[in-house]
Protein backbone atom coordinates (compact mmCIF):
# COMPACT_ATOMS: atom_id res chain seq x y z
CA UNK A 1 0.00 0.00 0.00
CA UNK A 2 0.94 3.51 -0.78
CA UNK A 3 2.29 4.08 -4.39
CA UNK A 4 -0.68 6.27 -4.87
CA UNK A 5 -0.32 10.07 -2.68
CA UNK A 6 -3.71 11.67 -1.95
CA UNK A 7 -4.09 15.50 -1.28
CA UNK A 8 -6.75 17.84 -0.64
CA UNK A 9 -8.75 16.88 2.19
CA UNK A 10 -9.16 19.00 5.06
CA UNK A 11 -12.55 20.29 7.58
CA UNK A 12 -15.36 21.70 5.28
CA UNK A 13 -18.87 22.75 6.68
CA UNK A 14 -21.96 21.18 5.52
CA UNK A 15 -23.08 22.02 2.06
CA UNK A 16 -19.61 22.97 1.20
CA UNK A 17 -17.43 21.74 -1.37
CA UNK A 18 -13.78 19.76 -1.80
CA UNK A 19 -11.65 18.18 -4.41
CA UNK A 20 -9.55 15.36 -3.44
CA UNK A 21 -6.96 14.83 -5.93
CA UNK A 22 -4.68 11.49 -6.03
CA UNK A 23 -1.56 11.36 -8.24
CA UNK A 24 0.22 7.82 -9.71
CA UNK A 25 3.83 6.87 -9.70
CA UNK A 26 5.33 6.95 -13.06
CA UNK A 27 5.34 3.23 -12.91
CA UNK A 28 1.63 2.84 -12.75
CA UNK A 29 0.59 4.63 -16.31
CA UNK A 30 -2.94 5.58 -15.22
CA UNK A 31 -4.18 5.96 -18.92
CA UNK A 32 -4.52 1.96 -18.91
CA UNK A 33 -6.25 1.42 -15.51
CA UNK A 34 -9.35 1.78 -14.32
CA UNK A 35 -9.25 4.09 -10.78
CA UNK A 36 -11.91 4.65 -7.66
CA UNK A 37 -12.30 6.23 -4.93
CA UNK A 38 -12.72 4.77 -1.48
CA UNK A 39 -13.90 5.86 2.08
CA UNK A 40 -13.80 4.35 5.67
CA UNK A 41 -15.32 6.28 8.66
CA UNK A 42 -13.96 5.13 11.99
CA UNK A 43 -15.70 1.72 13.15
CA UNK A 44 -16.72 1.09 9.85
CA UNK A 45 -15.36 -0.82 6.54
CA UNK A 46 -14.06 0.19 3.74
CA UNK A 47 -16.56 1.22 1.39
CA UNK A 48 -17.05 2.36 -2.11
CA UNK A 49 -17.21 5.65 -3.48
CA UNK A 50 -16.42 5.77 -7.15
CA UNK A 51 -14.71 4.76 -10.28
CA UNK A 52 -13.98 5.50 -13.44
CA UNK A 53 -12.94 3.04 -16.33
CA UNK A 54 -9.98 2.93 -17.79
CA UNK A 55 -10.70 4.68 -20.86
CA UNK A 56 -12.73 7.46 -19.28
CA UNK A 57 -16.10 6.70 -20.78
CA UNK A 58 -18.15 5.09 -17.93
CA UNK A 59 -18.25 6.07 -14.34
CA UNK A 60 -19.73 4.42 -10.99
CA UNK A 61 -21.11 5.87 -7.87
CA UNK A 62 -21.84 4.76 -4.70
CA UNK A 63 -25.84 5.86 -3.97
CA UNK A 64 -24.54 7.72 -0.62
CA UNK A 65 -22.84 10.25 -3.70
CA UNK A 66 -24.47 9.98 -6.55
CA UNK A 67 -25.18 13.36 -8.29
CA UNK A 68 -22.75 15.20 -5.24
CA UNK A 69 -19.45 13.77 -6.29
CA UNK A 70 -17.81 13.42 -9.98
CA UNK A 71 -14.37 11.49 -10.76
CA UNK A 72 -12.45 12.36 -13.44
CA UNK A 73 -8.84 11.01 -15.07
CA UNK A 74 -6.49 13.04 -16.16
CA UNK A 75 -3.83 10.88 -18.43
CA UNK A 76 -1.37 13.58 -18.57
CA UNK A 77 -0.47 14.44 -15.24
CA UNK A 78 -1.32 11.09 -14.29
CA UNK A 79 -3.86 12.20 -11.01
CA UNK A 80 -7.46 11.48 -10.74
CA UNK A 81 -9.45 13.39 -8.44
CA UNK A 82 -12.83 13.57 -6.95
CA UNK A 83 -14.39 16.59 -6.86
CA UNK A 84 -17.22 16.55 -3.49
CA UNK A 85 -19.92 19.26 -3.16
CA UNK A 86 -22.66 19.39 -0.75
CA UNK A 87 -21.00 17.93 1.29
CA UNK A 88 -22.70 16.31 4.60
CA UNK A 89 -21.39 15.19 8.06
CA UNK A 90 -21.84 11.36 7.09
CA UNK A 91 -19.59 11.64 4.51
CA UNK A 92 -16.49 12.31 7.24
CA UNK A 93 -13.92 9.59 6.33
CA UNK A 94 -10.45 9.01 5.32
CA UNK A 95 -10.90 8.95 1.35
CA UNK A 96 -8.46 6.30 -0.28
CA UNK A 97 -7.35 6.45 -4.32
CA UNK A 98 -7.19 2.71 -5.73
CA UNK A 99 -5.66 1.30 -9.41
CA UNK A 100 -7.47 -1.81 -10.46
CA UNK A 101 -4.83 -4.67 -10.44
CA UNK A 102 -5.49 -5.64 -13.89
CA UNK A 103 -5.45 -2.88 -17.04
CA UNK A 104 -8.26 -2.15 -19.22
CA UNK A 105 -11.13 -2.52 -16.47
CA UNK A 106 -14.21 -0.69 -16.40
CA UNK A 107 -15.89 1.16 -13.79
CA UNK A 108 -17.20 -1.94 -11.84
CA UNK A 109 -14.39 -4.16 -11.77
CA UNK A 110 -11.77 -2.12 -9.49
CA UNK A 111 -15.01 -2.50 -7.04
CA UNK A 112 -13.78 -6.01 -6.31
CA UNK A 113 -9.97 -5.79 -7.31
CA UNK A 114 -8.09 -3.49 -5.73
CA UNK A 115 -4.32 -3.38 -6.79
CA UNK A 116 -2.79 -1.02 -4.78
CA UNK A 117 -4.03 1.86 -2.62
CA UNK A 118 -2.69 5.08 -1.34
CA UNK A 119 -2.15 6.27 2.10
CA UNK A 120 -5.84 8.14 2.27
CA UNK A 121 -6.56 11.81 2.98
CA UNK A 122 -8.46 13.01 5.81
CA UNK A 123 -12.30 14.27 5.37
CA UNK A 124 -14.28 16.29 8.16
CA UNK A 125 -17.52 17.84 7.29
CA UNK A 126 -18.46 19.94 10.60
CA UNK A 127 -19.87 22.88 11.26
Known amino acids: QGRLVESGGGLVQPGGSLRLSCAAPTTITISSYAMGWFRQAPGKEREFVGS????????CYADAVEGRFTISKDNDKNTVDLQMTSLKPEDTAAYYC???????????????????WGQGTQVTVSS
Open 52 to 59: ISWNRVNT
Open 98 to 116: AVDAQKYGNCRSIQSRVGD
